[in-house]
């Protein structure tokens, strides 16, 4: 009894700071979100990277410029940026995006597929934006050694058209080119593909001039930055909203203030990327796997994030030519998608520190849906089958309760016979648990095994977009939100009602009252959980409550069987 005791206390200490928690958030301050025109400015992808490491074989030329300043010009180059820059739009089948061919920066990208409010399709997700307060730019260039102009990410390119469609074609191709005075030729080409949001950039250098040329390619990914208050009823602030990086063995999430405060995250991975996370979404830039790049991680002044890759210097021989790659993502966090990019960027969907459930939940999850085709189909089909796999080690928990409620009346007639001497009631209890072989803590044990499931199941209808507004039936459109006319929760707590009633009443008075109350708590608590958590809760009572009543009648049975043998053995025995 005082395990279970135990049990109900810390299940209430638990939603009181979940409770809490959901309280802070409602009731905290917006961050502010304004920009001013001199911070903007001082963006750290304009001029405040922070130096690289400097190994001799990881470094850009001593004498090139900053990645982040704009390169100086030279008469009778063919491109410079006193040229205007023009805008390219790409239409794909998941892209709207916006290219300036000033350094072929990606300036805007909306995603068809994925409005921010399901009731409103036109407004989409922006990924990218030059807008302050959504502020994201993916740049990249070749920084050279020397003087002159470079064709780095301020350098204005070329483009034969400014309107590309992928209409039914599987892949899209925007090229773009850039000359110097002396014969150095870049052709940059950004590669699209249907279904994808993979974006392949290139940098084709043909050096034509009579000299070696010598540099390196770099990529950079700017990205505004948002304080984000977490809340267990906001789905939309759970997730981190942020800097990560993977350095080719684990995984990091960074902090902006930390960022502001100990300076840039710098340092050398083989096979590594950078990203920015924005709950279902991500921004990110992945180098080929097979080399050692530089990876810079900067804040400036709370308002932007800068994330920089650089590969180690190349020279190339004046006739030759050298293409650099890398890819960008930017889009959902589809783990199909980023797992075919690397292997590790599906760590970018963080299910916390219940993983080692969630990630083989979601695979489940995933299986069943590409049978079914619903979520929520799904979600009730993987609660069937984990109860199944559990169903022995409950069916022993099972067993003891439907025994303890078999037992009931003599419990009864004992609590009355000692009601005036606790430690003989204590007593004669124990010798009735052990001859009935009972055990009075064992209707913890389903709780004990569902919580971890119930916990998975949260991280992964919040983190994993694959259920981002996806529906169920009738009026549950929108598993990854709450139920907008909360009847999924009355379900639940009409149905925890109904197992109360399958159970052993309690014994202790305070106790029996906690649990009276408990379905009425759970049905206000779960009003705001994501409608899908609340369908695997619904399913898994509703299974508990077939199960128990399955395991009572037999024990039941198994009951009465014994007390007609013991009269008829009496009766023989007279």
């Known amino acids: 009894m005082e395990n279970q005791r135990l049990l109900i206390w810390a299940t209430f200490g638990m939603l009181i700071w979940m409770t809490y928690q959901a309280w802070v958030t409602d009731h905290a301050l917006p961050p502010s979100t304004a920009t001013t025109a001199a911070e903007l400015d001082t963006l750290p992808g304009d001029a405040g990277l922070p130096a690289l490491p400097t190994e001799s074989d990881y470094t850009t030329p001593s004498n090139a410029p900053a990645l982040g300043d704009p390169p ?3 008469e009778g180059t063919v491109n410079s940026t006193e040229q205007s820059a023009v805008t390219i739009h790409v239409v794909t089948d998941v892209f709207d995006i916006t290219i300036s061919t000033e350094g072929a920066t990606l300036q805007q990208a909306n995603l068809l597929n994925y409005p921010v409010h399901k009731d409103d399709p036109n407004k989409l997700v922006e990924l990218l934006s030059t807008e302050t307060i959504e502020l994201g730019l993916i740049q990249s260039g070749l920084n050279a050694a020397g003087e002159g102009s470079k064709p780095d990410h301020r350098a204005v390119y070329s483009s034969q058209q400014t309107n590309y469609e992928l209409n039914g074609r599987d892949e899209l191709l925007v090229p773009l080119t850039w000359q110097s005075a002396d014969g150095i030729v870049v052709e940059k080409t950004l590669r699209f593909t249907r279904g994808s949001y993979q974006i392949d950039i290139s940098h084709r250098l043909i050096n034509n001039s009579a000299e070696d040329w010598r540099g390196a390619d770099y990529a950079q990914l700017l990205r505004r930055s948002r304080e984000v208050e977490r809340s267990m009823f906001n789905v939309d602030s759970y997730s981190s909203d942020g800097p990560i990086i993977y350095d080719g063995e684990k995984s990091e999430k960074l902090d902006r203030d930390d960022l502001l405060e100990d300076g840039p995250h710098t340092l050398q991975a083989t096979g590594g990327w950078i990203g920015a996370i ?3 979404f991500l ?22 994030v800068a994330s920089m890759i650089q590969t180690p210097s190349v020279v190339i021989p004046a006739g030759s030519e050298h293409t ?12 199909a998608q980023l797992s075919e990019i690397h292997e590790k960027l599906p760590l970018t969907v963080d299910y916390g520190w219940l993983t080692i459930l969630s990630d083989p939940l979601f695979w489940l999850l995933s299986k069943v849906f590409s049978f079914v085709g ?4 799904a979600i009730i089909l993987v609660t069937i089958i984990i109860k199944a796999v559990f169903y022995k080690l409950t069916e022993a928990s099972g067993r003891s309760m439907a025994k303890m409620r078999e ?11 000692y009601k005036d001497d606790k430690p003989a009631l204590s007593q ?35 983190e994993s977009v694959e259920m981002r507004q996806a529906p169920f039936a009738l009026w549950i459109t929108d598993l990854s939100s709450r139920d907008p006319y909360f009847i999924l929760p009355v379900i639940m ?8 009633k399958l159970n052993p009443t309690p014994g202790d008075p305070i106790q029996a009252k906690v649990m009276q109350i408990m379905p009425i708590i759970f049905t206000a608590f779960f009003a705001f959980f994501p409608s899908g958590l609340v369908l695997y809760w619904v399913t898994n009572t509703l299974l508990s409550i077939a199960q128990q009543w399955y395991i009572n009648k037999l024990v039941h049975e198994e009951a009465s069987k014994r007390k007609t043998h013991n009269k008829k053995g009496k009766s023989t025995s007279e």
């Open 428 to 462: 004669a209890m124990m010798e009735l648990y052990k001859r009935e072989k009972v055990n009075p803590a064992a209707g913890c044990l389903p709780i004990l095994i569902q919580m971890p499931f119930f916990l998975a199941f949260y991280w992964v209808l919040l």
């Open 407 to 417: 037992i009931q009346p003599r419990m009864k007639a004992l609590q009355d016979r």
């Open 283 to 304: 921004s990110a830039l992945v180098p080929p796997s097979d080399e050692k790049y530089n990876y810079s991680i900067s804040a400036n002044g709370g308002v932007s």
């Open 278 to 280: 924005e709950h279902h």
């Open 324 to 335: 650099f790659t890398m890819t960008a993502f930017v889009g959902p966090k589809l783990q």
């Open 493 to 500: 707590g009409a149905a925890m009602l109904g197992q109360q």
């Open 374 to 377: 619903n979520w929520g189909l």
């Open 72 to 74: 100086p010009t030279a």
